[in-house]
């Protein structure tokens, strides 16, 4: 019998994120649908508000010729998309807190138009609104996510994975981040990756390269040792914090939302209920 997509267990480098730090949260996250709206809920802050707004004119460059990028008004087109994220719908508790936010994803946008490095040059584009493949379709399980740049590299005939990084925080050489990249940009398109970079937008000029990309090889094992976890969880229904019932730092803020002490602020991105704690 042929796989289910319907049925199976969807996984993305957020999701198994959010279960390695806390299956609760991982649950309230990623399952649990508000009875009354049949919407999952989600958390909206500052950081998030600054992330989303940066990476939605940045990734909306490759839908430009290469030689055509510079001149979309990307500083305009920044302050279009950050007034969606205006006051409480950015998770903003003062104007003084939202403009020092603005003004960072400003300078963002400012460093790439004075270093536009790989964003000049030739990028390919995913077919898929959200590329996705099996994973595993004897354990069907799906693996998800979308990749922010895929520069073309023509010496080689293959592509450079690059992560805008919008946050303070450098990702962790343990983060399952590359290996996903790598395993759904391998899967999803037809070249291969030449190297993969995270571009800390925040203080860097340029992509800095990975120390080491993962093999394939490593990358899946790595990805579907965690993917057979969150699959177990769901399929036995337990996802306890590891702190108990006090809680952890991660799932703390969802209990807030059921229990009626989050406040609720407008419907997001992929139909979620978005609130402030």
């Known amino acids: 019998m042929s796989p289910d997509k319907y049925s199976a267990v969807w ?10 730090k806390c299956p609760r949260a991982y649950y309230l996250r990623n399952v649990y649908k508000d009875p009354k709206t049949g919407h999952k809920v989600n958390i909206i802050s500052p950081a998030l ?12 460059l490759a839908n430009f010729k290469a030689e055509d990028r510079l001149q979309v008004p990307m500083l305009k087109q920044y302050e279009e998309v950050f007034a969606k994220f205006a006051g409480e719908k950015g998770g903003f508790k ?3 807190e939202e403009k020092e936010i603005r003004k960072r994803g400003e300078e963002m946008i400012k460093r790439v138009l004075a270093n536009p ?19 595993s379709e004897k ?36 983060s399952l981040q590359l290996p996903i990249y790598l395993l759904l940009v391998k899967n999803t398109q037809k070249r291969e990756v ?21 093999s394939y090889d490593e990358s899946f094992k790595k990805v579907l040792k965690v993917a057979l976890q969150v699959k177990e969880a769901r399929a036995k229904k337990e996802f306890k914090c590891p702190q108990g019932e006090k809680g952890c730092f991660s799932c703390r803020p ?24």
Not at 117 to 135: E, H, R, T, W
Request: aromatic share 10%; net charge negative.
């Open 11 to 20: 996984v993305s480098h957020s999701s198994m994120g959010d279960f390695l």
């Open 117 to 135: 490095g790989p964003i000049v040059n030739k990028a390919i584009k995913i077919a898929k609104d959200l590329p996705n493949f099996y994973l």
């Open 94 to 96: 003062s104007q003084e």
């Open 194 to 214: 030449g190297q993969a970079s995270y571009w800390y937008l925040d203080k860097e000029d340029a992509p800095l390269m990975s120390k080491k990309l993962p």
């Open 254 to 277: 969802f209990e807030k939302i059921l229990r009626g002490e989050a406040k609720f602020v407008g419907v997001g991105g992929y139909n979620q209920d978005m609130y402030i704690v």
């Open 139 to 174: 354990e069907n399980i799906i693996l998800c996510g979308k990749v922010d740049w895929l520069e073309y590299l023509p010496e080689t005939d293959s592509v450079h994975i690059i992560d805008f990084k919008t946050g303070k925080n450098e990702e962790k050489d343990d």
């Open 49 to 60: 508000a600054l992330g989303q707004a940066v990476h939605e004119v940045l990734e909306n």
